[in-house]
C-alpha cells in the first residue's frame, strides 16, 4: 500500500506556473500514476498520466503543451508542471496510483487505487 501527498498548490495570475509535487511512501518504480483535477460542479478529469516503468506520458488535450508531468524515482515522487496557467486550469488537484505489471500507456480512466488529499490551484484572470 502505497500514501501518497501533493503540495505545490496555490494561487497565480493567468499565464503563471506552478510545480505540484506528489511523495509517495514507497518505491514508485511499477505504477501507473496520474494527476486528476475536479472543479467546483464538475466531474473529475485526468490531467496527466506516466506509467513509471517506462516513462510513457498521457495528457488531457486541455492541458497538452503545457502541462508536463515527471518522475524522480530516486526520491519517490511525481510532479506536474504548469505553464501558461488559464483560469479554467483552477481546481483541486489529486495525485493517484495503481500497481502496473507491464509498460504501455496509463489510460485515465484506469481504477486508481490509491490518492492523495489534493492541493488547491486557483488562477485569477
Known amino acids: 500500500q502505497v500514501q501518497l501527498r501533493e503540495s505545490g498548490g496555490g494561487s497565480v495570475q493567468a499565464g503563471g506556473s506552478l510545480r505540484l509535487s506528489c511523495a509517495a511512501s514507497?518505491?514508485?518504480?511499477?505504477?501507473?500514476m496520474g494527476w486528476f483535477r475536479q472543479a467546483p460542479g464538475k466531474e473529475r478529469e485526468g490531467v496527466a498520466t506516466v506509467n513509471t516503468r517506462d516513462g510513457l506520458t498521457h495528457y488531457a488535450r486541455s492541458v497538452e503543451g503545457r502541462f508536463t508531468i515527471s518522475q524522480d524515482n530516486a526520491k519517490n515522487t511525481l510532479y506536474l508542471l504548469m505553464n501558461s496557467l488559464k483560469p479554467e486550469d483552477t481546481a483541486m488537484y489529486y495525485c493517484?496510483?495503481?500497481?502496473?505489471?507491464?509498460?504501455?500507456?496509463?489510460?485515465?480512466?484506469?481504477?486508481?487505487?490509491?490518492w492523495g488529499q489534493g492541493t488547491q490551484v486557483t488562477v485569477s484572470s
Open positions: 493517484a496510483a495503481d500497481h502496473v505489471f507491464t509498460g504501455g500507456v496509463c489510460q485515465p480512466n484506469l481504477g486508481y487505487g490509491y
Open positions: 514507497g518505491y514508485i518504480d511499477n505504477y501507473c
